[in-house]
């Protein structure tokens, strides 16, 4: 035990020293939060439109006053006529333009209906179709409105309402999948490079010329990270509730168990991948390629699973941070019990396993 | 005690060493003296358990390398050819922790390690990557004596370190051999081989010689002379294609001759010199060392 206690500390010593570790130990998953939080979002807010209004009548006016009065949309300028539409979609500040056909009200009453255009600027089609549907949902809720005062025979219409995230906060998409991202990349990278840097230093040899034993050596190596990690997962669930408002509806113990079972799991990877590289540039490419990109592109914490091709969703269910991303999302979210994500924690605890076995029989008792 | 038998061994279908037979008494200093890519360092690995043998047999006091590679692990004290002790740790902190993961202290064996690392104590702060190499060494070697071990295995312990500092290290082994650890040293410095107590001289993978310094030398049959003079490149050049040569090797400033008949007829050599237009021809007879040896045995 006074050995391990040894060892631990030469770890916390190497880990301690070297800035550039500590760095992205703690820096990156701040930064990261932060970054997708705010930056790669899917929702609109503030969106500058335009308006021509051919009308200038009561109702016309009521519909701007209700659009503007979002805190989706502000308005840039008021347009005069159509020939205008061009030039101020190339001057690249208004993404949407409204035009009310003349005599708005008057068709209204008299027909029953009358005409908005909507035009919006597609250069970014995923803007412009949120921005299309928000405005017609804004404009729906107003017509609803006028139906209801006009006393219309009944209409049947469609309501959608988003559960666990009312208002498509697209935050809570990102922040568990960034804790996946997170805890993949420090724990698998950090372990596998602090692995390889004793065997290209050279000091790997005289561990093993120790009476030190294999399990000893990997313990020591994984727990000061298994700490760390721990403390980013904290970190970056108190940023999500107090940044960014994310909610945690279930069990924080839960929530806090299940994030050091993937931390072991990533632990676990990253020691396999060590056992297959001597040095800490191929390790560095290997955690890169190999965990990262497929956390982000196939865990289902940008691209939804379901939309891909069967082969690609065969070969996600085989990345361990997927399930991860459901139990994280089902715990902040929908508040679920353990009992309604033990089969995900079982693939956890099964890969977790998986990956340690195998590891622990390609660790070299030898140089060779 | 450590006894090798018929070891082999080969990376891929290179082969590294073979046929490597020798016996270390105990508190013996025994050296492996022999050039870069000899195999010396493969021959230690397998002694220390680090790699296996693909045959013959290893004992170190006792236990076998493959089988009790544990115990051995447990009683040898091993510095590798490369310094490898953690550089952004202090002297004090490596020290340390090598003494805890062999489960004792630095108190405990500061009898052993006192006269090394007293003198790198004033710098027990200084992290030990910002050494210089003579006090990497000796801090190595601190390191692979902090728990007492019993035969202690050091793979050019001596390689990029200053004359002073290397005499000084030779000079603590000897001391270390005094208090009854067989010491396994390799070099490819030949004039440290006659610090030893018995040396193997080892080229391409094969023991050529074992035997203590001084029989070696005297095992050295022919005569030697020293030449020199002022165009020692075409001296070398002329002395190669002489009748008369067996061998000729630069050594520093002179060439080692030896001639194939057993005396050197020294008028007929310099006659021979002259007409190739060498000028101040200097000829001595000399005593061969060890390194002329080591020449002939690989000729």
């Known amino acids: 035990m006074k050995r391990f206690i040894g060892f631990l500390?030469?770890?916390?010593?190497?880990?301690?020293?070297?800035?550039?570790?500590?760095?992205?130990?703690?820096?990156?998953?701040?930064?990261?939060?932060?970054?997708?939080?705010?930056?790669?979002?899917?929702?609109?807010?503030?969106?500058?439109?335009?308006?021509?209004?051919?009308?200038?009548?009561?109702?016309?006016?009521?519909?701007?006053?209700?659009?503007?009065?979002?805190?989706?949309?502000?308005?840039?300028?008021?347009l005069s006529s159509d020939n205008e539409i061009e030039s101020i979609f190339k001057a690249g500040n208004v993404k949407e333009i409204?035009?009310?056909?003349?005599?708005?009200?008057?068709?209204?009453?008299?027909?029953?209906?009358?005409?908005?255009?909507?035009?919006?600027?597609?250069?970014?089609?995923?803007?412009?179709?949120?921005?299309v549907s928000y405005t017609s949902a804004i404009i729906l809720n107003y017509s609803n409105r006028l139906n209801v005062q006009s006393n219309v025979p009944m209409q049947i219409q469609t309501k959608t309402r988003m559960f666990y995230n009312p208002e498509l906060k697209s935050v809570f998409m990102f922040v568990p999948g960034i804790m996946a991202m997170i805890l993949m990349l420090i724990s698998a990278i950090m372990t596998s490079i602090s692995i390889t840097r004793e065997?290209?230093?050279?000091?790997?040899?005289?561990l093993l010329v120790s009476p030190l034993k294999p399990a000893q050596i990997i313990i020591g190596k994984v727990m000061p990270y298994v700490i760390l990690s721990f403390i980013n997962a904290v970190t970056i669930i108190v940023l999500g509730m107090y940044v960014f408002g994310m909610?945690?509806?279930?069990?924080?113990?839960?929530?806090?168990?299940?994030?050091?079972?993937?931390i072991l799991l990533a632990l676990s990877l990253g020691i396999l991948i060590s056992t297959t590289t001597d040095n800490q540039q191929a390790a560095m490419m290997k955690s890169m390629f190999g965990l990262l990109l497929p956390t982000i592109l196939l865990s289902g914490f940008i691209y939804p699973i379901e939309n891909m091709p069967i082969a690609l969703q065969i070969v996600a269910n085989l990345m361990p941070p997927r399930w991860f991303i459901i139990i994280i999302k089902d715990i902040m979210l929908k508040g679920t019990s353990f009992a309604f994500v033990w089969k995900e924690t079982l693939i956890l605890v099964a890969f977790t396993l998986f990956f340690l076995i195998i590891s622990i029989k390609k660790f070299q008792i030898r140089l060779e | 005690m450590i006894s090798v038998q018929n070891i082999k061994k080969s990376y891929g279908d290179t082969l590294a060493v073979s046929n490597i037979n020798f016996s270390v008494e105990q508190a013996e200093l025994f050296g492996l003296i022999g050039p870069d890519g000899?195999?010396?360092?493969t021959i230690f690995r397998i002694l220390t358990s680090l790699i296996l043998p693909d045959e013959g047999k290893a004992i170190l006091n006792g236990y076998d390398v493959v089988k009790d590679y544990k115990k051995i692990r447990q009683i040898i004290g091993y510095m590798p050819g490369r310094f490898s002790l953690y550089q952004d740790l202090s002297v004090e902190e490596n020290l340390n922790f090598f003494a805890t993961v062999f489960g004792t202290t630095i108190e405990e064996n500061y009898d052993l390690i006192k006269d090394i690392y007293k003198q790198?104590?004033?710098?027990?702060?200084?992290?030990?990557?910002?050494?210089?190499?003579?006090?990497?060494?000796?801090?190595?070697l601190s390191c692979a004596l902090i728990h007492k071990p019993e035969i202690l295995v050091l793979d050019e312990p001596t390689t990029g370190v200053d004359a002073v500092s290397r005499k000084e290290f030779w000079d603590m082994l000897q001391r270390l051999k005094e208090k009854g650890i067989t010491i396994l040293v390799s070099t490819p410095y030949m004039d440290e081989a006659s610090l030893c107590d018995r040396v193997a001289l080892i080229q391409n993978g094969q023991i050529m010689q074992i035997d203590t310094p001084d029989n070696i030398v005297k095992s050295f049959k022919h005569e030697l002379i020293a030449v020199k003079t002022e165009n020692m490149h075409k001296l070398l050049?002329?002395?190669?294609?002489?009748?008369?040569?067996?061998?000729?090797?630069?050594?520093?400033?002179?060439?080692?001759?030896?001639?194939?008949?057993?005396?050197?007829?020294?008028?007929?050599?310099?006659?021979?010199?002259?007409?190739?237009?060498?000028?101040?021809?200097?000829?001595?007879?000399?005593?061969?060392?060890?390194?002329?040896?080591?020449?002939?045995?690989?000729?």
Not at chain 1, 105 to 128: H, R
């Open chain 1, 98 to 131: 409204l035009i009310f056909e003349n005599n708005f009200a008057k068709k209204l009453e008299k027909y029953g209906k009358a005409n908005i255009q909507i035009i919006t600027d597609a250069t970014d089609p995923n803007t412009a179709n949120l921005i």
């Open chain 2, 38 to 41: 000899a195999g010396k360092t």
């Open chain 2, 120 to 140: 790198i104590e004033p710098f027990k702060k200084r992290r030990a990557g910002k050494l210089s190499g003579g006090m990497k060494q000796k801090l190595a």
């Open chain 1, 9 to 78: 500390k030469k770890e916390f010593y190497h880990i301690f020293r070297d800035r550039r570790t500590l760095i992205i130990l703690f820096g990156m998953p701040v930064a990261q939060v932060l970054l997708f939080g705010f930056v790669i979002t899917n929702e609109i807010k503030n969106v500058k439109i335009a308006i021509l209004d051919h009308s200038k009548d009561e109702i016309t006016k009521q519909i701007t006053n209700k659009i503007l009065a979002s805190e989706y949309f502000i308005l840039d300028k008021n």
């Open chain 1, 247 to 262: 909610p945690v509806q279930g069990s924080i113990p839960l929530l806090l168990a299940e994030n050091v079972l993937f």
């Open chain 2, 237 to 299: 050049h002329d002395l190669r294609n002489f009748s008369d040569t067996h061998s000729a090797f630069l050594f520093g400033q002179n060439i080692h001759y030896t001639s194939i008949n057993s005396k050197i007829n020294n008028e007929e050599l310099k006659h021979y010199l002259q007409k190739n237009n060498h000028k101040n021809i200097e000829i001595n007879k000399i005593q061969a060392n060890i390194e002329d040896c080591f020449m002939e045995l690989m000729t």
């Open chain 1, 199 to 206: 065997k290209e230093m050279g000091t790997m040899e005289i």
